[in-house]
């Protein structure tokens, strides 16, 4: 199975990708969506890359580059991860970033997510994905439910956003062929 539809490619992390998730991993505008609170180093993220050859059911998580392609190279523009991989209950967390604020909002996400979905599918042959998403993330909700996630819950008060309380919900996308 090749990890493309149109113009995007999901891709496997290689060495030259730790100066990237360097930056990205340290970017402070988007700890509030990853549930970070410390940098990373660099060396941890080498170590990450270079771990990243174990199967996800080894490391119980998948990080894949997004890369946007291009009639002369390719732009690596963003990451897609499955985490909390669970075999046994065959279900997986999401998380989707596309960096740079230019490349949001031209379906580039959408594609990237409907890649993955069906590599979860029908590949891993997962049974469910889901995502926790801030009620206050209005794209990043629809994006997923444009993808047919469906949203099954709501945490209150789950996340503090500068002085307050803001509220998550937790989407879900089950198989159709289970």
Known sequence: MIL???NIKLRALEPEDIELLYIWENNTEIWEVSNTITPFSKYIITKY???SHLDIFEAKQL???IDLIGSTSDLTIGTIDLFDFDPINNRAG???????KVNRNKGYASISLKILIEYCFFTLNLNQLYCNISVDNKDS???????????TGEKKAWRKKGSYWINEYFLQLINPKY
């Open 4 to 6: 493309q539809k149109n």
């Open 49 to 51: 890359v270079e771990s």
């Open 63 to 65: 990080r894949l580059m």
């Open 94 to 100: 999401i998380g989707l970033l596309i960096n740079d």
């Open 141 to 151: 909700i629809s994006l997923f439910k444009n993808n047919g996630f469906e949203i």
